[in-house]
Structure formats: structure tokens, C-alpha cells
């Protein structure tokens, strides 16, 4: 395939991005006019009475942070020549974030590291800016500087593409946290980029609408990271993903839909400031039902059954095995709601009418009981036990942190072979790992495989890699499914995607950010 050669011309600073809504001219005018908080409205994360993750990252300050191995000391990576920080440098930021320029090595510690601790930067200059204003003077100052700059939401990124490699300056959205405007009728919602996902679902609930994601991190991660990210989670069987959900640039209407570029770029191509995002209606009636089943082929199964029995109520098909439900149960002190089995499933079904939802889920778990796909199960519609269902699945994550070093695979697999990696990997690794889990989003062929041992071991990674990513490249799955590529999986690209469309990437990199400013050593394989 020819590929353009592309010439740099535009230099990184000009791609602040702020999504636009479909609305009119006027609607749009007042929406765009300014980050101001809408009254009574917005606010900063304590005050809309969100649930932050367990601390780690850049959630507070951590004292075990020395811990965590310097990137460049565990992987083989060489600063680029970007220029250092200098005095001049800091007294000129802090006319642009004035008090908002953060150097004290204490408050630098979380955001250098990343949530899973396994990556460690070495950052001595932090930026919190406010608006889009700000954030584009901070580009245009370290384009023209040649000064390195790491985008950073939450810091909930599972793929070590949040946090600084070297020394670069991190910029975070924090304080970028306003609602901007939310239409009650079109459930378009316009937001900052640090907005918490928790707080925009907590926000559009209380007007009747629910955000058309959620995942395990809504506590802590913003909404900016998760475009950036292009985030699946909890509801993407239902509502799709972000690249459907997310609405266009203003500018965007039409020609090229140039917002698709930014979705999913991992702040290597801009620093997204604002977001407009298609919020569905919130349903009058949610179940959730938590079933064990005996194998992996009865979880398919029932997956097969549910999608043609409930039909337009499934909200939710996720799973699990039993290696997960111990180390909920044992690092997290949750209790398995139904008999010990092979395999879990949680299924959520929202709709609009009670007695209409609650006889398709009757007939479907008949039907499933009854053929012996489930053995046992259990049933929540008020919201107390609704949450105490999905903890078991949404804290997993959590769990695996808590069980030592963990090695993360999120692949996109075919169905009928997605949970064969995982016996097949216990088989390989043998005592050397202390657990090998699987568990993920079956609705969307997405498989979350994880090893955890003790400490980081060398010789088990090379046990793992390249092996796991051959696999997946041999079942024509994809090596990164949900999390993004960020540092730790950058190299791996290659396996999913040919040498063309790579080297396209490259080309539109540089040519967005030609002095490779925007979070380098991420995304891109280091060698051509
Ligand atoms: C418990 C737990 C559960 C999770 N579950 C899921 C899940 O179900 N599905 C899923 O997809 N992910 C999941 N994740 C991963 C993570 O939460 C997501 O990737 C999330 O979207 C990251 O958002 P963040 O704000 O924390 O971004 P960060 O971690 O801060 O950053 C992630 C990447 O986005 C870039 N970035 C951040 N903000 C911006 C911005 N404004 N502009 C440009 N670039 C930016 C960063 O540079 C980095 O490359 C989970 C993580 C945890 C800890």
C-alpha cells in the first residue's frame, strides 16, 4: 500500500480538543461559552460524593511509592532529547497556572506512579489547569520549549500510559471538573475533561439519565481519560462504545470525522479538554442475576440463550472463574452469593416496565436451570443488593492488586476459544505463578487474563511474552481490547495490526505533534 508522505506543519498546541454537541448554532454558542459552572452544579470531586478507588496513583499519597522499580531501570528505554525543565521555564508556567504549578517532591510522588504500581516516573513538574485556555498556552509554551508532556486523568490507565517514563511535565485535568451544559431532553451532556466519571453518572441520574459507560474505575477515572482510552466496560454490550457514543468537534460536521482520531489516541495526539457525550435514559427497572455454571461451554451457552430470551433488556453479560472469586473473598472479604461453581456470570437486564422484565428473566432462568447450563443463582433488583452483585465482578481488579506483582492481558478473543488461553497458561506457568485468573466483558469478546506472583519476575514475563500475544495473533484476536497500548503494551502492536497502517500512525503523529512532544514512548512500537 502507498502511503502520503506527511509534512509536519502543525505543531501540537493547536489540538486542544473539546468534542462538540449535535445541537443548534445558539445552543452550541452557549454551551462552548466558557467553562463556568452551571449553578449549583459541578464542583470539585468531595462535593459530589464520589467513591475514589483505594488510593493508589495519583488518589493520594502513598507511602510505599519508593517501592516501585524507575521505568528506565526495568525497561530498556532512552530518554529523548527533550529539553529539562529549567527556573525560567517554571516562572513562565506559573503565569499561565499561577499557584497551580506543583514541584514539591511529596505531591509529585502518586501521579508518577501508576495504579497497578509498575511503573514509575520521575516528573518534577505537575500543571493543573482550568481551562482550555490554559491548557492550550501550556502546549504552545512547551512546543516552542521542546519540554515533554504527559496527559493525566485518574490515573486508573492498566497500561502504564499515564504516568511520565522520564521527566516529563504532567499535565492533569483535576481541576478541569464543570459540567457545561446538560440538554434534558437529547441527554447530550457537556462536560470538562476531569470531570469523574462517577460524579457525571451521579449528575445526569438525578435528571433521569445514566452515562453510557461504567467501569470498575469510576471513582477515580475522568471522562477525558476514558476517550482517551476509547474505554469499554460494564455497558458496552447495551450502549456500544465511545466511538458511538461521544459526539462531534464543533468544528466536525462535516468532511472527516476527525473526533474518531482523538477517541482512543492516548494523549499522544492532544490533550482533550471537553467532552460531549449521548447519554441514554435511565431505566425504571434493573435485575441483576448471579448464576454458577459448570464449564466454560455452559457460560457460552447461557450467553446464547440470554441474548435470544431477553433480548432488548440484556444490559450486561460479564464473567468470571473461580480464581477470581477467591481472591475477592480473600482479599476483599466479599462472599460468593450462591454454591461454589466452576464459572460465574452476572447478567443485567434494564428495562422500562417491572412485571415485563422480571417474566423474561423468569422464563430465561427456567429454562437455564432446567437444561443444568446453571447450577445455582441468585437475584437483586433493589439497588443495595444490585451493588453487592456487582462488586464481586467490578472488584476484581482491586483483588489482583492486593495478590502480589500482576501481569495484565486484555485481549479480544473468538467466543468459543476465549477462556482456553487461560487453562492452557496454568499449564505452562505451573507453580511459578501464584494465580492465573480469567474473567471480562463476554458480550464483547473481550478476555481479561491475569498472573500474579509475589514479586516482578523476569523469567516469568518471559514465560508470558511473547507467548500470550502468539496466541492471540493465532486466533486473529486482538493483543489490547479495552485498555489502550500506553508504555507496557506499545511494542506489541504489531501483532494485531499490519506494518502499513503502523507506519500511518506514525505519519499522523507527525504530523499533529511534529516535535513528538505529547506523551512519548507511548502507543507507538519504538522501532519502525
Ligand atoms: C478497578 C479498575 C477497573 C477498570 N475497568 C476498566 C474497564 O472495565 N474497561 C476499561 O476500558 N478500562 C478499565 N480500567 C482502566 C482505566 O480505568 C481506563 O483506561 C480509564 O478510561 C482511564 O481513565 P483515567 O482518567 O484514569 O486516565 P489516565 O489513567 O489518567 O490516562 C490514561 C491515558 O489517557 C491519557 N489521557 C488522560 N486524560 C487525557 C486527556 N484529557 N487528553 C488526552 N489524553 C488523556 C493519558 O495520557 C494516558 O495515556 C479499569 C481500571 C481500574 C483501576
New binding site residues.
Given amino acids: 500500500m502507498m502511503m502520503p508522505r506527511l509534512v509536519p506543519r502543525w505543531p501540537a498546541w493547536l489540538f486542544c480538543?473539546r468534542a462538540a454537541c449535535i445541537q443548534g448554532a445558539s445552543v452550541r454558542q452557549k454551551m462552548w461559552a466558557g467553562p463556568s459552572k452551571i449553578p449549583g452544579l459541578g464542583g470539585p470531586r468531595g462535593a459530589w460524593g464520589t467513591s475514589p478507588?483505594v488510593p493508589r496513583g495519583?488518589c493520594s499519597a502513598s507511602s510505599r511509592t519508593p517501592e516501585v522499580t524507575l521505568t528506565p531501570e526495568r525497561y530498556p528505554v532512552r530518554r529523548l532529547p527533550f529539553s529539562v525543565v529549567s527556573e525560567d521555564d517554571l516562572a513562565a508556567l506559573e503565569r499561565v497556572v499561577p499557584g497551580r504549578v506543583i514541584t514539591d517532591p511529596e505531591e509529585l510522588e502518586p501521579p508518577n506512579v501508576d495504579?497497578l504500581r509498575t511503573v514509575r516516573g520521575s516528573s518534577k513538574v505537575l500543571l493543573r489547569p482550568r481551562t482550555t485556555q490554559e491548557v492550550a498556552h501550556i502546549l504552545r509554551y512547551c512546543h516552542e520549549r521542546n519540554l515533554a508532556v504527559?496527559?493525566?486523568?485518574?490515573?486508573?490507565?492498566?497500561v502504564g500510559?499515564?504516568t511520565p517514563v522520564f521527566d516529563e511535565i504532567i499535565l492533569s485535568?483535576a481541576l478541569m471538573n464543570q459540567v457545561l451544559s446538560f440538554h434534558d431532553v437529547s441527554g447530550v451532556l457537556v462536560c470538562q475533561?476531569?470531570c469523574v466519571l462517577e460524579a457525571l453518572s451521579q449528575y445526569v441520574e438525578e435528571r433521569g439519565f445514566i452515562m453510557p459507560l461504567d467501569?470498575?474505575?469510576k471513582g477515580?477515572?475522568?471522562i477525558?481519560?476514558?476517550?482517551?482510552?476509547n474505554?469499554?466496560?460494564?455497558r458496552v454490550l447495551r450502549y456500544g462504545s465511545l466511538r458511538g457514543t461521544v459526539l462531534g468537534l464543533e468544528v466536525d460536521n462535516t468532511g472527516y470525522d476527525l473526533k474518531q482520531l482523538f477517541i482512543g489516541?492516548?494523549?499522544?495526539l492532544?490533550?482533550?479538554?471537553a467532552v460531549s457525550i449521548l447519554c441514554p435514559p435511565k431505566p425504571s427497572t434493573v435485575n441483576v442475576a448471579f448464576l454458577g455454571c459448570p464449564g466454560f461451554a455452559e457460560v457460552l451457552q447461557t450467553f446464547r440463550t440470554c441474548r435470544a430470551m431477553l433480548g432488548e433488556i440484556l444490559s450486561a453479560f460479564e464473567f468470571m472463574d473461580a480464581e477470581c472469586m477467591k481472591l475477592v473473598r480473600l482479599h476483599l472479604g466479599l462472599s460468593c452469593p450462591v454454591q461454589e461453581s466452576p464459572f460465574y456470570v452476572l447478567i443485567e437486564t434494564a428495562g422500562s416496565g417491572p412485571g415485563h422484565d422480571a417474566e423474561k428473566l423468569g422464563c430465561f432462568l427456567e429454562q437455564v436451570l432446567d437444561s443444568g447450563l446453571v447450577t445455582d443463582g441468585t437475584l437483586g433488583s433493589d439497588e443495595r443488593r444490585i451493588k453487592m452483585l456487582w462488586a464481586l465482578r467490578?472488584?476484581i481488579?482491586?483483588a489482583l492488586s492486593r495478590d502480589g506483582y500482576v501481569y495484565k492481558y486484555d485481549l479480544s478473543l473468538p467466543l468459543d476459544r476465549l477462556y482456553d488461553l487461560v487453562g492452557d497458561l496454568r499449564a505452562r506457568l505451573g507453580p511459578s505463578a501464584k494465580h492465573v485468573v480469567g474473567y471480562g466483558?463476554l458480550g464483547d469478546g473481550n478476555l481479561h487474563l491475569n498472573v500474579t506472583s509475589e514479586a516482578f519476575s523476569t523469567s516469568l514475563l518471559g514465560a508470558l511474552e511473547p507467548y500470550v500475544y502468539e496466541w492471540t495473533a493465532g486466533q486473529r484476536g486482538s493483543v489490547s481490547a479495552?485498555?489502550?497500548l500506553?508504555f507496557k503494551k506499545k511494542d506489541v502492536l504489531g501483532y494485531s495490526k499490519p506494518p502499513e497502517a503502523l507506519q500511518l500512525m506514525r505519519q499522523l503523529k507527525a504530523l499533529l505533534d511534529p516535535k513528538g512532544i505529547l506523551?512519548p514512548y507511548?502507543?507507538l512500537p519504538t522501532h519502525a
Fill in positions: 480538543w478507588l495519583s495504579w504527559n496527559p493525566q486523568g485518574g490515573n486508573t490507565g492498566m500510559g499515564s485535568t475533561a476531569g467501569l470498575g474505575a477515580s477515572c475522568h477525558g481519560g476514558n476517550v482517551a482510552t474505554a469499554g466496560g460494564l489516541s492516548e494523549g499522544t492532544g490533550v482533550i479538554t467490578e472488584r481488579t482491586e466483558h479495552e485498555h489502550g500506553g506523551n507511548k502507543m
